[in-house]
């Protein structure tokens, strides 16, 4: 099984038992997420359980490309499992971190973990190669993560030196290592079930959605520690090596080719780090001593490691999530802080603006109607956001002391609402901007409407970022009065040309208002939705450097997606899977979790977005427009699709057109058996129908 | 007669002066002309033969590895035809912890001039391959995995790498037999880490590197170009 460990560790915490399940059994998934949710499928009887029940699942999935040389494919990690995050149900979710970790997973032997029950007390994994350990976690709960890490380091390598060759075992000829053991662990949110907790690894790496923190935490699971010695078999390593010489040659960045040098989350983009310090009014990219830093395999980091240390390896939300903060140096702290306690930086950002904007309303404040012990008068400060981190992480003020107000906000931003009354009132005005499913806005969701859409037809935010770079390109392009990189008529035919199986649709890429009902657009969210679960789930390829549809540096600026997926996939398995081919299973694997979806109870008429989306029109804080390819009087262009609202008619009708491009009743968004059948699955049309859940041919 | 002595009153036998030679050890010296290339190396004591010079040496950027390990994975891709750290023959450490540049180092193999490992090996099996530019090469046929050479290397973490599952010795020898790479190796030809590293941070020298301490293997390859995407220069 080239690529593959064949193995993928079973660990029932509830009788501390260590199991394997063959790789071979879910061998046709592929790997990542389509995996999770078949293993997900077979182990979890009732799927409408609850997160926090010890019969949740949680799976951990590598794909064949981890520890390999497909460049950004070669790191990332599908934590799977029901979450506690969403709302008004926690849905069966995902969440992706990248790092050592898949790598050193299948070093040692393992193709993935499986976790299920819970532990009597605090325990951590102790993974060696093969040997297997489930051990007492005493003196590691209740350490932040860094320093858990650090301490699981020093104990799995016995104190020896990190600066030397670390034997595993005793003999002289033992297997050796001199890379660190690659640790997942939860922070003191997670522990104490705080529903915005999540998983770290290293100093930045996070599985931030769903609230799998919380989920370890209710298992009494610690952390998970791996190290390994042993080989991963390339099918053909001479054709995996020229794909990634060629790969570099044609389609990465080349700092000499000044002209054609593009940054962003897209394949030639060079290693600058993603720090999002000083958005939106400017950058506070640190002027210090720096190295980019990248994830296994990659072939151009997306972070840094500071001189000062400060905010290393982290991008993104977690850099902007005190997005108040006076000074860089708080700001940079902020993210320490919140990798440290492990809490997912993108609501914790929101919800923290949220309490803020009760504040500045009076309704939130000390002795107020909501009664708030945090330092307003110190907002932007340091001391403000360290009270904030560890009063969502320990339920309390912040400070030590117990304080209803921690509790409140432990339970999630929309929890919280709800329970100060404010829920309904607040969704309706867009004070609270949550707009679907209990989770926080990311991009705007009536402009960037395979994000809306995508989402709410889904579980969780998307954060896939396929279609972001057009439109930050051409909004800083518009705003700045420059060119954007290409016309909108070319970019558009660049892009679609390779969205099989729907290429050659143009309109797919129309952002327009008029276009945004249409069965094109359910197109552009289906194709998305199949390309991210395979090949990007599943296949592991990351989310800031695939696909690569246009680039600069390419003849014609056609990119590399749709021959570099498959290419390098089969130079490591041999296994000939078509870009088509993935699509396709792309397909299986979201109508697995819609099915899963389903038994937990979604319905049609539960798909809405939050009120204020159907009632105001669309906005942005972090700027005034936002531009995106739309047809015009018949022409191409990039237009600025804000200040529009989503038409609640209108929106069921481009429910109606995307339920049956799926081939699901368009009654109640159930799943047909033809469907399902035609994709092999007709053992899930008989539990669908066995639960009345079945839709109507 | 001592020759050591002998080279304190002349120009020297060879016809460079004293200030020219650089000692390595009490029985090897090395002459270094102008522009810091070798263009002797003499022996002091009798008897003593001397090991050629490596024709190919890889000098490392510390302070701009990305930490990918992709040269890693290359070097036991190309040389194994498996992708496994441990068999690696460059090694990169690194802590998420630490603060730039203590916290990412690249360990290759130095090609030194006077090799420990070559010295230590009791059955002949490492030496300085002639056909191979004389690069400090294991050949597997002939090793006994004695771990003599593994113990020997002077630079933690040794160079000389364990092969635990063939229990082999084996170590970098600038891609010269590297059955996996449709590319030509060795001091003439092309080293998969160089090729594959994401950012230059290795580059391939014919220059015998600076043999004392780390400034001549650890340097900086960087350049305006590394400036203008806001990392330091020195």
């Known amino acids: ?104 997973l299948k070093f040692a032997g393992w193709d993935g973990i499986v976790i299920r029950g819970k532990a009597e007390k605090p325990v951590w994994i102790d993974i060696r190669n093969e040997s297997v350990e489930v051990k007492d976690a005493g003196t590691l709960w209740g350490l932040d993560t860094w320093t858990a890490q650090k301490k699981i380091w020093r104990e799995v390598m016995s104190g020896q030196d990190f600066s030397r060759w670390m034997r595993l075992g005793s003999r002289d000829d033992a297997s050796r290592t001199t890379q660190k053991p690659a640790v997942l662990a939860i922070g003191p949110a997670g522990e104490n079930l705080s529903r915005m907790a999540c998983l770290i690894h290293d100093a930045s790496n996070a599985a931030g959605q769903g609230g799998f923190g919380a989920v370890w935490g209710s298992k009494n699971l610690k ?77 151009s980091g997306c972070r840094a490691r500071f001189a000062s240390g400060l905010g290393n390896e982290a991008t993104c939300y977690a850099t902007v999530f005190y997005i108040g903060a006076r000074k860089p140096e708080i700001q940079r702290k902020a993210s320490d802080l919140i990798n440290q306690y492990g809490l997912n930086a993108h609501e914790m950002l929101y919800c923290l603006l949220y309490l803020n904007s009760l504040r500045m309303k009076r309704i939130l404040g000390a002795g107020r109607d909501i009664d708030c012990p945090l330092p307003f008068k110190d907002y932007g400060k340091e001391n403000f956001v360290e009270q904030f981190v560890k009063m969502v992480a320990y339920r309390n003020d912040g400070l030590g002391n117990p304080h209803p107000f921690g509790d409140d906000i ?125 090949w990007k789930q599943s296949a592991m390829f990351c989310d800031w450097r695939w696909p690569d549809f246009l680039n600069l540096r390419a003849p014609g600026k056609i990119g590399s997606t749709g021959e570099a997926e498959p290419k390098f996939l089969q130079a490591v398995t041999g296994k000939e899977i078509s870009f088509l081919d993935g699509m396709e299973l792309g397909r299986k694997i979201w109508n697995l979790d819609h099915a899963i979806w389903t038994l937990q109870g979604r319905h049609r008429d539960m798909v809405h977005f939050a009120e204020y989306i159907y009632t105001k029109k669309s906005k942005m804080v972090e700027a005034p427009v936002l531009f995106l390819p739309g047809r015009k009087n018949g022409k191409w262009d990039y237009c600025n699709m804000l200040g529009r609202r989503m038409e609640k008619e209108k929106f069921e009708g481009f429910k109606t057109r995307f339920y049956t491009l799926q081939g699901w009743d368009t009654k109640s968004g159930y799943p047909k058996r033809s469907t399902l059948e035609a994709l092999g699955l007709s053992y899930i049309a008989d539990e669908l129908e066995s639960h009345g859940k079945l839709g109507q041919a | 007669m001592d020759e050591g002595k002998e080279k304190k009153s002349e120009k020297g036998r060879f016809g460079i002066s004293r200030r020219n030679f650089l000692r390595l050890s009490k029985d090897v010296f090395v002459a270094i002309g102008a522009g810091g290339a070798l263009t002797h190396i003499v022996w002091a004591k009798k008897g003593v033969a001397a090991i050629p010079v490596s024709e190919g040496y890889l000098v490392v950027d510390i302070k701009k590895c990305q930490g990918c390990v992709s040269c890693m994975l290359a070097c036991s891709l190309v040389n194994e035809g498996v992708e496994n750290l441990s068999l690696a023959r460059i090694q990169i450490l ?93 001091p003439n030809g092309k080293q998969a880490c160089v090729e594959v590293c994401p950012v230059g941070a290795i580059q391939f020298v014919a220059q015998v590197p600076e043999q004392e301490g780390e400034d001549g293997y650890k340097v900086d390859l960087r350049g305006p170009a590394w400036g203008r995407l806001g990392y330091p220069v020195d």
């Open chain 1, 223 to 299: 952390a998970i520690s791996v190290i390994g010695t042993g080989s991963i078999k390339v099918q053909n390593p001479k054709a995996l090596m020229n794909a990634r010489l060629w790969q570099k040659k044609n389609y990465a960045y080349n700092l000499k080719d000044t002209d054609n040098i593009a940054s962003g989350t897209v394949f030639q983009s060079p290693p600058i780090p993603g720090v999002l310090w000083g958005y939106p009014t400017g950058s506070w990219r640190p002027k210090e001593g720096q190295r980019p830093q990248a994830c296994v395999g990659c072939h």
């Open chain 2, 94 to 186: 690194q802590n998420s912890f630490q603060n730039w540049p203590d916290d990412v180092s690249i360990e290759q193999c130095r090609q030194c001039v006077d090799p420990a490992c070559v010295k230590a090996c009791p059955e002949g099996a490492l030496t300085a391959d002639p056909e191979n530019g004389h690069v400090r090469r294991v050949c597997k046929e002939k090793c006994i995995g004695c771990m003599s050479c593994v113990e020997a290397c002077p630079h933690p973490p040794s160079r000389a790498v364990w092969n635990f599952q063939e229990n082999l010795a084996q170590k970098c020898d600038l891609c010269s037999h590297a059955p996996h790479w449709e590319e030509k190796g060795g």
């Open chain 1, 1 to 104: 099984m080239s690529g593959y460990a064949g193995k993928i560790l079973d660990i029932d915490l509830t009788a501390r038992k260590i199991g394997v399940i063959p790789t071979r059994k879910y061998e046709h998934w592929v790997g990542g997420h389509g995996m999770g949710s078949a293993i997900f499928w077979d182990l979890v009887e009732d799927k409408s359980i609850d997160g926090f029940d010890p019969a949740n699942v949680v799976t951990i999935l590598t794909s064949p490309l981890c520890g390999t040389l497909a460049p950004a494919a070669a790191s990332r990690c599908e934590v799977q499992g029901i979450g506690v995050q969403s709302y008004p149900i926690g849905w069966f979710t995902r969440s992706n971190f990248g790092g050592r970790f898949s790598s050193m």
């Open chain 1, 410 to 534: 432990a339970e999630g931003t929309i929890r919280a609402a709800k329970k100060w009354g404010r829920l309904d009132e607040d969704l309706a005005s867009g004070l609270l901007p949550f707009p679907f499913w209990g989770l926080p806005v990311h991009k705007e969701p009536v402009g960037q409407l395979e994000w809306g859409y995508g989402t709410l037809l889904g579980d969780r935010d998307i954060n896939e970022h396929d279609f972001d770079w057009m439109k930050w390109d051409a909004t800083s392009a518009k705003m700045s009065g420059g060119e954007p990189m290409v016309p909108a008529e070319e970019l558009v035919r660049i892009y679609t040309d390779k969205m099989a199986p729907f290429q050659g649709d143009r309109l797919m890429l129309d952002y327009s208002a008029e276009n945004m009902y249409s069965e094109h657009i359910a197109k552009l969210v289906t194709w998305h939705r199949y390309y991210t679960r395979f």
